[in-house]
């Protein structure tokens, strides 16, 4: 595939968050995860922490994994809540794929972008800017289907790259 698709292609793509082999990561050197919050680790139009996404990442803890949440959401008190219920640190606003985020979580958890994996569920967001900074990238099937006209064509866009890579 042409080498202008190169930052886009994660390095794993999953069904979801529970397929995700930590195991694996681990034995790859990864310590610190950065994990998107919408239609990652839960749909986008949901408000509450579930009891199994805090089992995984209680679950993420006691493997000893550090965890960031980076998100682009413009409702802080949104990212507040679930930073507070899942005792992990966020920073909202995120602009990814702009590095500021990805940085703050690096400076954070004190990881080096090859200690890192970022987890999310939009290549132009999340994957790009995680690969453009060398961390480790998982693609995860995004869990709520597209209605509003912008982001029908995002997903477009993004199946038309994962096609071609
Ligand atoms: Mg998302």
């Known amino acids: 595939?042409?080498?202008?698709?190169?930052?886009?292609?994660?390095?794993?793509?999953?069904?979801?968050?529970?397929?995700?082999?930590?195991?694996?990561?681990?034995?790859?050197?990864?310590?610190?995860?950065?994990?998107?919050?919408?239609?990652?680790?839960?749909?986008?139009?949901?408000?509450?922490?579930?009891?199994?996404?805090?089992?995984?990442?209680?679950?993420r803890k006691a493997e000893g994994f550090r965890l960031f949440l980076a998100s682009n959401s413009r409702h802080p008190s949104r990212v507040n809540y679930f930073s507070e219920t899942l005792g992990v640190p966020a920073a909202g606003l995120g602009l990814k794929p702009l590095p500021f985020a990805f940085r703050r979580a690096l400076k954070t958890l004190q990881a080096a972008p090859a200690e890192?994996?970022?987890?999310?569920?939009?290549?132009?967001?999340?994957i790009l800017g995680a690969n453009m900074l060398g961390i480790y990238t998982i693609f995860v099937k995004h869990l709520t289907p597209e209605t509003f006209s912008p982001r029908v064509w995002m997903r477009q866009a993004e199946k038309w790259v994962l096609d071609r890579l």
């Open 1 to 59: 595939m042409n080498g202008w698709f190169k930052p886009l292609k994660p390095d794993q793509i999953v069904n979801n968050i529970q397929e995700i082999d930590f195991t694996g990561l681990k034995q790859a050197g990864i310590k610190a995860l950065i994990l998107d919050i919408d239609d990652t680790l839960i749909p986008r139009r949901m408000n509450d922490v579930t009891p199994e996404v805090l089992d995984w990442v209680n679950q």
């Open 116 to 126: 890192a994996a970022m987890i999310g569920d939009q290549l132009f967001t999340d």
